[in-house]
């Protein structure tokens, strides 16, 4: 019988995230710190729209690029948040999640042997649906000494007369990374004059402390070269709703809606419903669920850095990205017996990119008390480490 496998998909790994998880699932008085979703649940204001669209009968299909009345107050949003205006009937579309979104992208956008440059450490999609449209990912490898920024020495030393794509990841899923408008500026003067195009993963744009965010389509000369992403799931902590958009200048979009026509049809449409409410009446939760995640991002700063791990301040998403490097071990060993010895559930930093080894993820979205119990277990195994102790 002959292979009935695609070559391209057998050569792409499994997420690094999920390895560890499976084996936490079944591990009795285990504490993971690993997922990246908000422990709230969606505020009831939300649900209770997308409990009476249900009951309003409201089961249908959607137009394929999402509800008018959605479209319209993301624009409103973005009008609002950051200056930026898209005609909702030509340049925004309703995806399945941000990562959805990601992956049409990158079908309606690239050729064979179009090279894709990928800042990491970095969000796990980007490499396999630039493989898997075609594309030939070329990873940028951002370092700690930047506050893990991708800086204009980093991008001009991968683009080559092949670069089409520069993938933007901030705020950056996993370091808390955050890119400020003067870094921004210098990267789309590159891009410009490179002749780039631009996607721009803004999931974690009302997650950041301290610094507003700021997105590179609002920039001179850039709205035309930018995808911008982003989604309900972590600012509304609406993950499985799966509900994203993306919005684009109406010659990269049609051809994005046209992937989605025949593969998707439209998002979930009581999800659409739910997010018409929380664009209208949901600044309040984003700020309350935002100050919960900073107080937690500074509680685990410091009790990481009391417990003997450097770790560079993240001002963004919810995630921490500690260096381990000084005890001699992988991300993957560290992490591995931290599960078995301590059963605390966390992600090798090599699960977002080959750089990421040396790092681990750790999430704060989770309660002051998990993240506590958490760490008394983190620093028992450190204690043994640093004492040559063996378990």
Same mark, same amino acid.
């Given at each position: 019988?002959?292979?009935? &496998?695609?070559? #391209? ?49 409201? #089961?249908?299909? #959607?137009?394929?690029? $999402? ?83 991708? #800086? ?23 370091? $808390? ?22 996607? /721009? ?55 994005? &809606? ?12 009581? /999800? ?28 685990? &700063? ?50 977002? $990119? ?38």
């Amino acid at each position: 019988m002959r292979n009935p &496998l695609s070559e #391209t998909i057998t050569t792409i790994e499994p997420s690094g995230i999920r390895k560890f998880f499976d084996i936490v699932s079944e591990m009795k008085d285990a504490i993971s710190l690993g997922v990246g979703e908000p422990d709230f649940d969606t505020p009831w204001h939300i649900r209770e729209e997308g409990i009476y669209s249900l009951e309003k009968g409201r #089961t249908f299909y #959607t137009s394929n690029a $999402g509800l008018k009345e959605l479209k319209v107050e993301i624009n409103r949003y973005l009008e609002r948040r950051y200056g930026m205006s898209y005609h909702p009937d030509k340049e925004i579309m309703v995806t399945v999640g941000g990562s959805e979104a990601i992956d049409i992208a990158m079908r309606a956008m690239l050729d064979p042997g179009d090279e894709v440059l990928i800042p990491q450490p970095s969000y796990v999609s980007y490499v396999p649906c630039a493989i898997l449209a075609g594309g030939v990912p070329v990873p940028i490898e951002l370092e700690e000494k930047d506050q893990f920024r991708l #800086t204009p020495e980093k991008l001009l030393e991968k683009i080559t007369p092949k670069s089409k794509l520069l993938v933007m990841p901030f705020p950056n899923n996993p370091t $808390g990374a955050i890119m400020e408008r003067e870094d921004l500026e210098k990267i789309a003067k590159i891009v410009i004059e490179k002749d780039l195009f631009v996607i /721009s993963d803004e999931i974690y744009a009302e997650l950041t402390y301290g610094a507003d965010h700021v997105s590179i389509a609002s920039l001179p000369g850039m709205r035309e070269r930018t995808v911008l992403i982003n989604g309900f799931s972590k600012a509304y902590a609406m993950t499985g709703w799966r509900l994203g958009y993306a919005c684009a200048p109406e010659v990269i979009l049609s051809q994005m &809606l046209k992937i989605h026509q025949f593969a998707i049809m439209c998002a979930p449409t009581t /999800s659409q419903y739910a997010a018409v409410n929380a664009l209208r009446d949901g600044d309040a939760d984003v700020a309350r669920m935002r100050e919960s995640y900073d107080q937690r991002r500074r509680y685990l &700063l410091h009790e990481l850095r009391e417990m003997g791990l450097a770790c560079f301040e993240p001002q963004g998403a919810f995630y921490m990205f500690p260096n381990i490097s000084r005890f001699g071990m992988t991300s993957d060993e560290f992490a591995t017996r931290l599960l078995k010895e301590e059963k605390v559930a966390i992600v090798p930093g090599t699960a977002f $990119g080959a750089c990421g080894d040396g790092f681990l993820r750790v999430s704060y979205a989770y309660s002051l008390e998990d993240l506590k119990r958490a760490l008394e277990r983190i620093g028992r195994f450190i204690s043994r480490l640093d004492g040559g102790i063996e378990q």
